[in-house]
């Protein structure tokens, strides 16, 4: 199992009952950017990949 696997798992576990906004979503990924910079890249990458899913352009 791969590190990020258990990570998903971990917060299935901890939050997978609580509904959340994708507005809380973004500022929670904006302070993880805030405070580990050098994951701006992934998370920018992530949150692009999320907004386009049902694209049907992409």
Request: hydrophobic share 40%; no cysteine.
């Amino acid at each position: 199992m791969y590190f990020t696997d258990r990570g998903i798992e971990e917060l299935q576990q901890r939050r997978g009952d609580e509904e959340v906004t994708l507005a809380w979503l973004g500022e929670r990924l904006q302070e993880f950017v805030d405070t580990h910079p050098e994951f701006e890249v992934a998370v920018e990458r992530f949150a692009t990949w999320l907004a386009r899913l049902d694209d049907p352009e992409d």
